[in-house]
């Protein structure tokens, strides 16, 4: 469907590193797009299809440059990268600098002037894109780590722009974020936006901590304002904004009788065990998968849990898998896995189910049905929705939910078992305890996390966050 807006007229631009479509193949063979699933897209949708609203990210593949589509309401902006861009950009500087340093060092993240001069070009790259299509006084909203830049280099080149980030991930503590030997750019970067949205409150405050401390800026409460001699005239505003999902459809999937009746299958494909499990990460280790898989195998091998009543399904989606890290990852995972079940399996048993696949939302929620358990073991996360979906799927009241308590969403899901990851002993009694908690505990504790969703779903993420962008006294003036 195409909707003739000529091309410098988006009123409303979101920018991200991906764009919200995969590549398929349609049934004549001609190679087609389909939205992949997701909250963002979902709850922006709306906004897109009310003004004229266009997408800029990365399509997926490198080396390839693809013109601009429509597809489902939104103009897709393609960004090409190239085999160096994906190199230094993606996997170095965003995904082993930027992630295990704003994930609190869970490993050393790696600082390399190469990866550093990519990034910058990227950012432009993307920056470039918005600045193609954006019409006057255009709203653009920019998306996570990957794109820190982009606010400032639009700020430089369109004061008239309204413009909010939003970063998914946490934002580290001064302490951390000092060893960035770029740290001064990115904030000046980020700070090139109206409002800087976070996940929770303590992210928030330590952005602004790092702006007092390492730029000219000087801050009052959540509002930096710059100095009079620099570039930029924006006062920033920076607030907490916790990112959800779409609670409704969830919840309508979990309803619907054909995934229900999948639920039972996958159960009975287990052998119908007392207990089923259930952990979904990508397979990063910010989530804490090793640490809730040596749990559960001393849970097994001091019979807390019985191997004949119990099975963890592990659901590990691929990810990110040239980064070294993550190669580390798959293997010492892989290696408990095999000890885990070469240990406790029987011929008719198994005491875990490790899946290293992506599963479509349909068979997603099957899971989330089938298990008495959702464990959410991240050290440190910036929300993790999967914990929401878990919640939605079970307006029923039954199941139980065990979240880390360095995820966002233990901010707000504060009826679930709360566990510290890195107490392992600790970690394991709480296993034992939602195991064994009564129906009552668990509907009472499970409504209330229900009903927590329902009235802050993804779709009033994005509103609040957008009305409170426009609300800002936004100077044209350069
Ligand atoms: C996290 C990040 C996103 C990222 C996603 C998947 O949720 O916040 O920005 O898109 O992981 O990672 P990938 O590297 O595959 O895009």
Same mark, same amino acid.
């Given at each position: ?7 410098? $007229? ?84 965003? $995904? ?16 390399? *002037? ?8 990227? $950012? ?54 000092? =060893? ?10 980020? %700070? ?12 928030? @405050? $330590? ?60 159960? @009975?494909?287990?052998?119908?065990? !007392? ?14 998968? *090793?640490?809730?898989? !040596? ?29 070294? *890290? ?16 070469? =240990? ?16 479509? #939302? ?49 901010? =707000? ?25 009564? %129906? ?6 499970? *409504?209330? #996390? ?29």
């Amino acid at each position: 469907m195409s909707r003739e807006v000529p091309d410098a $007229n988006y009123e409303f631009i979101v920018v991200a590193n991906r764009l919200p479509v995969d590549r398929v193949t349609n049934s004549d063979g001609s190679p087609g797009w389909r939205r992949s699933p997701g909250g963002l897209v979902t709850a922006l949708e709306p906004i897109m299809a009310s003004s004229t609203g266009a997408w800029v990210g990365w399509h997926g593949a490198t080396n390839e440059h693809l013109e601009a589509f429509d597809k489902d309401d939104i103009h897709m902006v393609p960004v090409a990268l190239s085999d160096e861009d994906l190199e230094l950009y993606y996997e170095g500087f965003s $995904n082993s600098t930027l992630w295990p340093l704003y994930h609190d060092v869970i490993v050393p993240p790696e600082y390399h *002037r190469t990866w550093w001069d990519n990034y910058k070009t990227v $950012n432009q790259r993307f920056a470039d894109a918005v600045l193609e299509v954006a019409a006057p006084n255009a709203t653009v909203w920019v998306h996570d780590y990957q794109l820190q830049l982009v606010p400032k280099m639009l700020r430089l080149a369109r004061p008239d722009l309204r413009i909010g980030f939003f970063n998914h991930i946490p934002f580290p503590a001064t302490g951390l974020f000092a =060893q960035l030997p770029w740290r001064k750019q990115i904030l000046e970067g980020l %700070a090139g936006a109206d409002l800087v949205g976070f996940q929770r409150e303590a992210d928030s @405050a $330590n952005f602004v901590r790092c702006l007092r401390r390492y730029t000219d800026y000087s801050v009052k409460g959540h509002e930096a304002t710059p100095d009079e001699n620099y570039a930029l005239k924006n006062v920033c505003r920076a607030a907490a904004h916790p990112i959800s999902i779409n609670t409704s459809q969830v919840a309508e999937l979990s309803r619907d009788p054909e995934i229900q009746e999948r639920a039972k299958q996958i159960r @009975a494909g287990l052998g119908n065990p !007392k207990t089923v499990m259930l952990g979904v990460d990508r397979l990063d280790y910010t989530k804490g998968i *090793r640490h809730r898989l !040596k749990a559960y195998g001393e849970l097994l091998n001091d019979k807390s849990l019985q191997a004949g009543e119990v099975c963890l399904i592990q659901v590990a989606s691929p990810s990110r898998e040239n980064v070294e *890290r993550y190669i580390q990852l798959r293997n010492q995972v892989e290696l408990m896995v095999g000890q885990i079940t070469g =240990q406790h399996d029987t011929l008719s048993h198994t005491t875990l189910r490790y899946l290293h696949h992506s599963y479509p #939302m349909r068979e997603m929620i099957a899971m989330y049905l089938a298990a008495d358990v959702l464990l959410v073991t991240s050290l440190r996360d910036g929300m993790n929705l999967v914990a929401k979906e878990y919640v939605a799927a079970h307006e029923n009241g039954q199941g139980v939910l065990v979240l880390s308590e360095f995820t966002g969403a233990a901010d =707000q899901l504060t009826q679930a078992v709360l566990v510290n990851p890195h107490d392992i002993d600790g970690m394991k009694q709480k296993i034992v305890q939602a195991v064994t908690m009564p %129906a009552a505990d668990q509907a009472r504790r499970m *409504r209330r #996390m229900f009903r927590h969703l329902q009235e802050n779903d993804v779709v009033g993420w994005s509103q609040r966050f957008l009305e409170e962008l426009s609300s800002i006294n936004h100077p044209v003036s350069p």
